[in-house]
């Protein structure tokens, strides 16, 4: 069965630095990936998506990278601030038919 | 624009009682979408609705039942509500129900008693 990996439950990290999250995922390419950010007791908020035939994509100081050879997608935040502590979640689709999958999600900490 | 509406947004019930939560998607998105997120798990899909059909469902049993109507607005019905559905509920819709990303709501917290 589909199965969708986000690699660290935590991640801490300076202020000012960059963080990177990764997302696996078995089986076959998703359709599309997307990237999620949630705050407690709020739904969560859809930040990038990007498509299986695009490598990289960006929004302000956030880029989302996809390797489909590694199955992989990798999520980094740029010159990180405390206001960016987060859990992050990665969402996949395999066809545009499909249920969406979502990640356990990683709880990122940015200390000043 | 107005996000994702969803109501009410806390709702306490006894087991073996039946529930109904509401959501109103974006202006103009046509697809809504139901998850289920129990404290300290991921969101797990329950329902895909789009144009009014019932598109696709997670592994949920009969007893979570919806509808989305002509307005694009949904419902989510719990049946026979045991321990374990005590979740927040996430709503979130789509301006079509394949290519487009999601935009949640900030859910119905559901406690059962």
């Known amino acids: 069965s589909q199965k969708i990996e986000q690699n660290s439950e935590a991640l801490n990290i300076q202020e000012g630095k960059t963080a990177t999250l990764t997302c696996n995922y078995t089986?076959?390419?998703?359709?599309?990936l997307q990237w999620y950010r949630q705050d407690p007791g709020r739904g969560p908020v859809f930040l990038l998506l990007?498509?299986?035939?695009?490598k990289e994509k960006r929004k302000e100081r956030l880029k989302v990278t996809f390797d489909t050879t590694l199955k992989q997608s990798l999520f980094h935040i740029t010159a990180s601030q405390p206001a960016d502590s987060a859990t992050y979640l990665c969402a996949l689709r395999y066809s545009s038919a499909s249920k969406i999958i979502f990640g356990s999600g990683t709880r990122l900490s940015i200390r000043p | 624009e107005a996000g994702v509406t969803q109501s009410p947004t806390h709702l306490i019930k006894t087991r073996g009682q039946q529930v109904t939560l509401r959501c109103s998607p974006i202006s103009g998105h046509t697809s809504v979408y139901w998850y289920q997120q129990a404290l300290g798990l991921g969101l797990q899909f329950l329902l895909w609705y789009d144009e009014g059909e019932e598109r696709n469902r997670g592994n949920f049993p009969p007893r979570f039942s919806g509808r989305q109507f002509p307005n694009y607005s949904s419902e989510l019905n719990v049946n026979a509500l045991e321990l374990e559905d005590s979740a927040l509920y996430l709503c979130?819709?789509?301006?079509?129900?394949?290519?487009?990303?999601?935009?949640f709501g900030d859910g119905t917290r559901l406690s059962i008693l």
């Open positions: 979130a819709s789509s301006l079509d129900g394949y290519n487009q990303p999601q935009h």
């Open positions: 990007i498509r299986e035939n695009e």
């Open positions: 089986n076959y390419s998703p359709a599309y």
